[in-house]
């Protein structure tokens, strides 16, 4: 596609519930990153895939928190047991692999009620 | 690790006057690369300018530019002829090291008409 797409644009759910966000990347692009950004703060690295591998998921808070890419596209970014804490908007991005390369979606807030 | 610091929280300027944002960083790696992002409502994060630590000149991209003290750990943004689509909020980041981009926490630019 033209950019990184991501659904849902918004999404609301209970705590305790389970959530999935996705990640459609631009073509081509062989690394994608989460991250997270909570109101008020800059993003904040969650995990960085290399084609089908997690290549750093050193930011991921929790064992809550777990992403697949599984045929080095799309990816889903996988949330359990919500909490209210994790509310925040989710950002994925995709590059083609040199510094700065790096195109962001539009994210998706999630809001845990 | 590497730090990024944004001290100007929300800045104002007037219509085609030029305003600077403030960034100072920590790193303890030699080669890294620095960036300006936008963010406006949508919530994609927009490339304005990168700049290599290696690169003593400093960046610019048309009405953007960059004013890099590597010494200082400082890397300001200058905004000229400022224009009401300026408007938005202003990340410096750093990457260096890995893959990961560090934010700072950002500065809201309002532009008045």
């Known amino acids: 596609g033209a950019g990184v797409s991501q659904t849902p644009s918004n999404k609301v759910t209970e705590k305790g519930k389970y959530v999935e966000l996705r990640c459609d990347p631009i073509?081509?692009?062989?690394?994608l990153y989460w991250y997270r950004q909570s109101l008020g703060q800059g993003p904040e690295f969650l995990i960085y895939?290399?084609?089908?591998?997690?290549?750093?998921d050193s930011g991921l808070p929790n064992d809550r928190f777990f992403a697949v890419r599984p045929e080095g596209s799309v990816s889903t970014l996988k949330i359990q047991r919500t909490e209210r804490g994790d509310s925040a908007v989710y950002l994925c991005?995709?590059?083609?692999?040199?510094?700065?390369?790096?195109?962001f979606g539009s994210g998706t807030r999630l809001t845990v009620v | 690790a590497q730090t990024v610091t944004q001290s100007q929280p929300e800045m104002s300027v007037q219509e085609a006057e030029t305003v600077t944002l403030s960034c100072t960083y920590d790193?303890?790696?030699?080669?890294?690369?620095l960036f300006w992002y936008k963010q406006p409502p949508s919530r994609q994060m927009i490339l304005v300018i990168r700049?290599?630590?290696?690169?003593?000149q400093n960046a610019t991209e048309n009405r953007f530019s960059v004013n890099f003290q590597k010494a200082a750990k400082s890397f300001s943004l200058k905004i000229s002829d400022s224009q009401l689509g300026d408007a938005a909020m202003y990340f410096c980041a750093s990457q260096g090291g890995s893959e990961k981009l560090v934010f700072g926490k950002g500065t809201k630019l309002t532009v008045n008409p």
């Open positions: 700049q290599e630590a290696y690169k003593q």
């Open positions: 790193t303890s790696e030699s080669d890294y690369y």
């Open positions: 073509s081509g692009h062989t690394a």
């Open positions: 991005a995709s590059s083609p692999g040199h510094p700065g390369g790096y195109t």
């Open positions: 895939f290399q084609g089908t591998g997690a290549a750093d």
